[in-house]
């Protein structure tokens, strides 16, 4: 094991590993604690389960920032550097435990390592290694030299594959059995959970242990903050984020999640989480907000009131407790029914009190706007309050509340218009929750408040709706080719970037002087991960990023001074090459180059802290690694919907519920974007809630529950977090590519919210298309490259194809690193024996054609008109042939002495976008560069 730290810590990563451990201490939350088990004086005790000796920090895939980053690369051992401080076991070892059975664990932990090193491929793989049964005869053994035995639960998951059931969100049978011989023989037995999402409570109450600890996935000090809650010497705080249930069958999409893998029916509408459990009567395991603590709290609701249509609840809450410690005060409302279904009650509202001393009060205010207890109408297109009482309750989790106001609306009212959108494309039955209830046999000895001045409705609708886009140009004769289309005359006259940033020019302006070649160039990235990937250099104020995941186009850099933007991985912290060969470019010798980033608590763990300024000090401590290492922006926050506890990407989400969801993502983004010198890109929009099939999966949900749980975390991040960039998904809404979505990226992000940034696809964008990307208002296709942008320009304007001396047609190489992957540049033609137009091509001087056996071979060579499918690289891969189709005489002819080749084909060509679509694209794009001021 390394025990060295090289190179040396910088004043940055210490930083960042302080603010780290701080928010894995946050997040950690306290399940159980019978008999006051928890916390354990050091002494002697023994410790089982993979994850005591080899914790797991965080999950797999674009949220794990030690894998090496796009290009993978990482050191399988990366987790046992002295740098980070991950293991259980060495932290238990430095708070004074003694270890009885550390040798065996050691043992596991190097056939662990042995394992995992073998993994053919570790950066979108999950690893599993068996656990080993504790039998009764080893308890008993080492039950004779402690009382106390620690069983740590590890779990795991990442990008691309989703949990199952067995196995996993349910113990396996070697660790029920463990626990059941572990419980047979020592006095005291705890649970340690490092886990990034939901286990059966069930099976953990069947385990018996005295106390458990979800110390989650929490990142790099892992395992120093696991010893400190373990030891008392920090009393934990954490609320879970997501309700866990007794078994799987009793979430509300637990029938129909991945039973089809192309289909996901959203039956449950709106009622997600606790929104089912606390509406239909479904008793959790851990209720939402739930958590524990080491000492106690009183609540105690001292004033209620409304002012300019804003509520205010003020809660003293005092430690009437024997040690310090802190509390979360969560404020639900209860809405009336008596125009539309509603659930039970939504949180509203929350605060965290600082470290209170036994007998310390404090007073926490919680405020909302009238207007957040509003609810989506489809009928109405319109958010409403429903006449009736609202019920207004505070507590410490959503099971342990009290009633201590009611706000009265005597009329309902709309406050909200917006546009339909997204409709649904099929039948979708779903769930009816809590109807014709106005609450007033709710309001009984509680004040009951009324609005202090007219609620006004706002009229969000947007003014995009209609879909006309605007081209700027200075050709005065330029003809619309678009009956969306509307035209700006501009100057005629040459501007570069920095005229953009001298602010000589505008946005508008300088896009018209881009030609469409131009334009389809700039929006769409590089390709894959960053120009100087394979060959990084170092030195004269340059220094290469391998294992970004990618950046925008350089090819209007000479001409323009356009610069480009770095984008890298992502929530879980930067996720780059650690290390890395370059060449310094002004010694022109190789030297090793090291970029230490910090892992972070998964996005779960940090919403579980339910602390808005400590995951802003996370945010800003990602903006730190991130100007470290001259990255402009950041691939997260992640703010999917914990929809279902399956889901492998849940992780990097941070809870189930809207508004926490949205207040994290909108901390984490301001420290982020601290001071404008980063950007923040919140993915993945939207409703990408699982990731079987996640490129065409069809997510069909109805416009209230896409509205009211999966979109308004992005709205929140977006306006209050002001989040420069977002990222589509993979999945499709009722049939439609988010990014190909023109409600959901016109409409609803730029229309309703007001959005001004960029919006990206993710990386080869699904089921999307460029060229309707474009229009749809998704600005930057990655990562790019010229398949992509040729895609756009001939959906833009008829492009002809090339060829070469030999009469081949254009091909462009993808790339794909692993086989010779190409497409044939027809471009708008088709060749084909029924083709009705003819394209000539002379052949270079050498060249002559010849038709053998109906084929036409150039100098003996074949030559070919079809290229072998992407798809077939990846199944067939050794066997894979680059060439599908020889051209032969079905598709082609000879002249002139085999002088010329004739194509037959079918001119496909029809144009979908204009101009101006790609312009607007590329203005939001330098819209952020500006932001940004990046240079070139």
Request: aromatic fraction near 8%; charged fraction near 25%; include cysteine.
């Amino acid at each position: 094991m390394m025990t060295t730290i090289f190179p040396p810590l910088s004043e940055r990563e210490i930083k960042g590993a302080d603010v780290s451990k701080k928010a894995a201490i946050e997040g950690m939350v306290l399940l159980r604690n019978n008999n006051r088990a928890l916390p354990l004086k050091p002494g002697r005790v023994c410790m089982f389960g993979n994850g005591a000796v080899r914790t797991i920090r965080g999950g797999t895939g674009s949220g794990d920032p030690f894998n090496g980053g796009l290009t993978g690369g990482g050191d399988s051992n990366v987790d046992l550097s002295p740098r980070y401080h991950i293991q259980l076991l060495p932290a238990m070892k430095n708070a004074g435990f003694t270890i009885l059975n550390e040798e065996e664990l050691l043992e596991t932990g190097d056939r662990y390592d042995r394992e995992f090193s073998n993994m053919p491929e570790r950066v979108m793989a999950t690893f599993s290694f068996p656990e080993k049964l504790i039998s009764a005869e080893e308890a008993k053994s080492y039950a004779e030299d402690t009382d106390t035995a620690v069983y740590v639960i590890s779990r795991n998951s990442g990008e691309g594959n989703d949990r199952k059931a067995e196995d996993d969100f349910y113990l396996s049978d070697t660790e029920k059995d463990s626990f059941k011989n572990l419980r047979k023989h020592f006095k005291k037995v705890i649970a340690v959970l490092n886990v990034g999402g939901p286990v059966a409570v069930a099976d953990l109450e069947n385990t018996e242990a005295d106390a458990i600890l979800l110390v989650g996935q929490a990142g790099q000090e892992c395992g120093e903050a696991a010893a400190e809650i373990i030891t008392g010497r920090v009393n934990p705080s954490g609320k879970l984020s997501a309700t866990w249930a007794y078994e799987y069958k009793d979430y509300p999409s637990a029938d129909s999640y991945l039973k089809d893998k192309d289909t996901s029916l959203y039956n449950e509408g709106i009622y997600v989480g606790y929104r089912y459990f606390d509406t239909f009567d479904k008793r959790p395991g851990y209720a939402f907000g739930y958590g524990l603590s080491y000492t106690s709290f009183s609540l105690e609701c001292i004033d209620t009131g409304i002012n300019d249509n804003e509520v205010t609840v003020s809660v003293r809450v005092t430690n009437t407790g024997a040690v310090a410690g802190k509390e979360v005060v969560q404020l639900y409302v209860s809405a009336p029914s008596t125009e539309i279904d509603m659930p039970s009650m939504e949180l509203k509202g929350f605060e965290k009190t600082s470290l209170l001393q036994p007998g310390q009060s404090e007073i926490l205010k919680i405020s909302f706007a009238l207007k957040m207890l509003s609810s989506y109408s489809e009928k109405e297109k319109a958010y409403i309050l429903s006449k009736g009482y609202y019920i207004v309750r505070v507590g410490n989790s959503s099971d342990n509340l009290t009633k201590v106001a009611a706000v009265q609306i005597e009329q309902t009212l709309k406050t909200v218009l917006v546009n339909a959108v997204m409709p649904l494309k099929q039948e979708l039955v779903e769930l009816t929750g809590i109807k014709g209830k106005d609450n007033s046999g709710e309001i009984r000895n509680i004040p009951v408040l009324e609005p202090d001045k007219e609620i006004v409705c706002e009229d969000r609708r947007s003014k995009l709706s209609d879909e006309k886009v605007v081209t700027y140009t200075s050709d005065k004769e330029y003809k619309c080719k678009m009956p969306y289309e509307e035209k700006k005359i501009t100057a005629e006259e040459f501007f570069s970037y920095d005229d953009l940033m001298a602010r000589k020019t505008t946005v508008e302006n300088f896009v018209a002087g881009l030609s469409e070649e131009e334009l389809a160039a700039f929006v769409c990235g590089s390709g894959w991960g960053v120009e100087d990937d394979s060959n990084p250099i170092v030195g004269a104020n340059s220094e290469s990023v391998p294992g970004a995941a990618g950046e925008t186009t350089h090819a209007l850099s000479e001409k323009y001074h356009i610069p480009s933007l770095i984008f890298a991985d992502g929530p879980g912290g930067v996720r780059i090459a650690q290390h890395f060969e370059a060449t310094n470019i002004e010694t022109g010798k190789k030297q090793m180059v090291y970029h230490h980033c910090i892992a972070w608590p998964i996005g779960t763990h940090l919403a579980q802290s339910f602390d808005r300024e400590l995951v802003r000090e996370v945010g800003e401590g990602m903006n730190a690694d991130l100007l470290a290492m001259n990255i402009d922006v950041l691939l997260g926050p992640g703010v999917n919907i914990h929809r279902n506890p399956l889901c492998g990407r849940n992780f990097e989400y941070f809870s189930e519920d809207p508004l926490l969801a949205g207040e994290m993502a909108a901390a984490v983004t301001a420290g982020i974007q601290k001071d404008g010198t980063a950007a923040a890109c919140v993915k993945h929009f939207a409703l990408n809630n699982q990731e079987t099939n996640r490129h065409a999966n069809n997510s069909v949900a109805g416009e209230r529950a896409i509205r009211e749980i999966y979109l308004e975390p992005f709205r929140i991040a977006i306006q209050k977090g002001k989040a420069m960039s977002v990222m589509t998904s993979y999945n499709l809404i009722n049939g439609v590519p988010t990014a190909d979505d023109f409600d959901l990226c016109t409409n609803i992000a730029r229309g309703e919210w007001g959005f001004e940034g960029l919006i990206m696809t993710d990386w080869n964008g699904g089921s999307s298309s460029p060229y309707k990307s474009m229009h749809a208002g998704n600005d930057l296709i990655m990562p790019g490259g010229f398949e992509k942008s040729i895609e756009i320009l001939r959906h833009m304007k008829k492009v002809e194809p090339e060829f070469e001396p030999d009469g081949q047609v254009k091909k462009y190489r993808l790339g794909i690193p692993f086989a010779e992957v190409y497409i044939l540049l027809w471009n708008d033609y088709e060749p084909s024996e029924d083709g009705d137009k003819l394209i000539r091509v002379s052949l270079g001087e050498g060249f002559k054609a010849e038709v053998n056996k109906d084929l036409i071979l150039v100098n003996g060579e074949k030559i070919y008109y079809e290229a072998s499918p992407v798809f077939e690289a990846f199944t067939l891969r050794d066997k894979f042939l680059p060439m599908k189709t020889a051209v032969d005489t079905k598709v082609a002819f000879l002249e002139d002495g085999g002088k010329t080749i004739v194509y037959k084909v079918k001119d496909n060509y029809k144009q979908t976008i204009c101009r101006g679509d790609v312009q607007r694209c590329a203005a939001n794009i330098l819209k952020v560069m500006l932001k940004l001021k990046k240079k070139c």
